[in-house]
């Protein structure tokens, strides 16, 4: 494994019964060898990238936040040096995973993917792709905007990005190089000026929808085939 890639991720299940006799220990923190199993998941690619042998880190994380089902966590990372990377830094950059849950719904949410139209594979593969691409583009103009002004990137807003990147376009298409140039200028000022809230406590929403949902059954034919059914007075309901 390259030494410029690391990792952060949660050690579960019996995942720790590979690691060797510890090297030291700091306070709920340990420098452990991790040794490669025998044998890999069919998954691996290239498992000859995966080095026989190598320190891990592991940092001992408790939480007292309400709402979490997990109360204690074991992280291993590969980042060893405890003075560049602090046990509060290792335990917050893993609970910024949540962020990639959250992508994942802004793209099916905000990007109104949640139902396909495509009829055929083909098709449906073309449509995602086309999502996965406008998605890419809003958010490198995200990551343009909060380096330009210096913004965390999580706090620039995916929502206000995709309404001024649709009120600019127009303007853009339409314009010259040297005027398109201004206008992105233009554009990633103005998303600039609407960030999300820093929020000071952890948010507990319940798992509960808003909206309740009708009491039809499934389509699980053709619509011809129900209309037919229906002509001939027989139910298409379920008991």
Excluded at 86 to 104: K, S, V
Aim: net charge positive; aromatic share 12%; glycine share 2%.
């Amino acid at each position: 494994m390259p030494d410029s890639i690391h990792f952060v991720f949660r050690v579960r299940g019996k995942a720790n019964t590979r690691l060797a006799n510890t090297t030291y220990i700091v306070e709920k923190q340990e420098i452990k060898k991790w040794h490669r199993p025998k044998r890999l998941p069919d998954w691996v690619e290239m498992p000859y990238l995966i080095p026989e042998s190598m320190e891990v880190r592991l940092v001992q994380y408790k939480v007292n936040t309400p709402g979490f089902r997990s109360k204690e966590f074991i992280i291993v990372t590969s980042l060893l040096d405890f003075d560049a990377y602090t046990f509060g830094d290792i335990a917050q950059l893993y609970f910024l995973r949540w962020n990639a849950e959250l992508y994942l719904r802004t793209l099916k949410t905000n990007m109104c993917m949640e139902k396909l139209k495509g009829k055929t594979p083909d098709i449906l593969y073309k449509e995602i792709y086309a999502y996965v691409l406008a998605y890419n583009l809003i958010r490198l103009v995200v990551f343009h905007t909060a380096v330009a002004h210096n913004h965390i990137l999580y706090l620039v807003s995916f929502r206000h990005s995709q309404y001024s990147i649709l009120s600019f376009l127009e303007q853009m298409r339409s314009s010259s190089i040297a005027a398109q140039n201004f206008l992105f200028k233009a554009l990633i000022l103005d998303i600039s000026k609407k960030l999300l809230p820093v929020r000071t406590t952890m948010r507990v929403e319940p798992r509960r929808i808003k909206q309740r949902m009708k009491r039809f059954t499934l389509l699980t034919k053709h619509r011809n085939e129900y209309k037919v059914l229906i002509i001939q007075g027989i139910s298409t309901e379920k008991p």
